[in-house]
């Protein structure tokens, strides 16, 4: 069966959901989901602003996660807006659609207005920090942990999330400027570039990449010859995030398979490649997720303890066990979305935009979900001091020889 790049006809689901607006609502979704994690984290006790160094309000201040809030809301009003606007115009005919597309591509203009606007309304104190920490990020670049390196790398990794969400952003508007194709058209994920797109969903991952290479150097000049190993660990994660590129360059190519393209290896050869290395990078991740990013137990001996409960750690912010257990089961599942396809009645799902949209979705909620528990494990290192094989130790150690 075709991908939905090679359909040549714009269906009910583009007709009635533009391509753009379904981007915009994807990057928008982020910001409520920060939203939810700071007020939910809040009500947990954890500290969210001290452990990425932003500045602390005073009791006449909106609440951080109020401020959060009301920056999503000033976001959503121009995309429910301009939405309306365009559903009135068009009709859903096709033609209508496909000659108006700027109605729907003129939303990104405002959103940027809004994210750049110089005077303090919508959360101005938050928008200066997230478009410096955006600059900052863009090379791979990495704050001192003093600085609010924590904060980079949440945001770097929340972009590993969005790296096919960008990769559509770029796709809409290189449409938009192709002579013989709207922004509203079926999405054609190459547009004429074949290397662009692949580049473009790359780049959040090759700015972890580098990140974790920064975070190896910094670690093993922190660190004397006698403790040097620990610093490896940085090297395991940039390795993580290598693994990514391969399915990410692969696949689009696999979509038009030419014998020249792979120097003669045929396309069975090719397919049985890219699910090895697919396989590599959904296992990897959700082992990492676990183990790393949330100091889990579930893949060491310690699993089983009477201090917690199985697969999880003594020290814990949120009351119930069973939630930690849902998210390593939703973790896994999400992880895995490529094998969906071969249950009944999944198939649809990477074969249509209607189902590249929900999997784009899922993945934004996969890493909203995440983000509550990242931000738990570092408050109990920070609070209860880092497990013994953390992969920041060293850092924790420089922080407490500083203090």
Known sequence: MPGPDQLPQLDGFGITFPFPIRVAV???AGFWGFAVNLHVLKKANIDVPSLIRYPARTSSQRPHHIAAYRLAAFFSVPIATWYLIFLLATHRSRELVEQLDFIPLSVFVILLAILAWPYNRASRNGRIRLLKTLRRISIGGLAETQDGKFGDILLADALTSYSRVLGDLFVSFCMFFTYDISATSKPDRQCRKEFIVPLVVSLPSLIRFRQC???????????SPAERGRENQHLANALKYATALPMI?????LRFYTPKD???YSEM????????????????TFWWDVVKDWDLTLFSPDRIS???????RRHRCFSSYRVYHYAIAV??????????????????????????FTLMMLEIFRRWMWVFFRI??????????????DVLLGDYNHKFDTD
């Open 249 to 253: 360059w692969f696949a689009p190519k």
């Open 213 to 223: 290479l920064i975070e190896y150097i910094r670690a093993r000049r922190a660190t």
């Open 269 to 284: 050869t090719m397919w049985r490649l890219l699910f090895f290395f697919t396989f590599v990078n959904s296992a990897y």
């Open 306 to 312: 009477k201090d917690y409960p199985y697969g999880l």
């Open 376 to 389: 738990e494990a570092e408050w109990v290192r920070n609070t209860r001091g880092p497990v013994p094989d």
């Open 262 to 264: 792979f120097h003669g």
């Open 26 to 28: 994807c990057l928008v």
């Open 331 to 356: 973790d896994l599942a999400l992880r895995f979305t490529w094998l969906w396809r071969m249950f009944p009645g999944l198939g649809w799902l990477p074969e249509t935009e209607s189902g590249l």
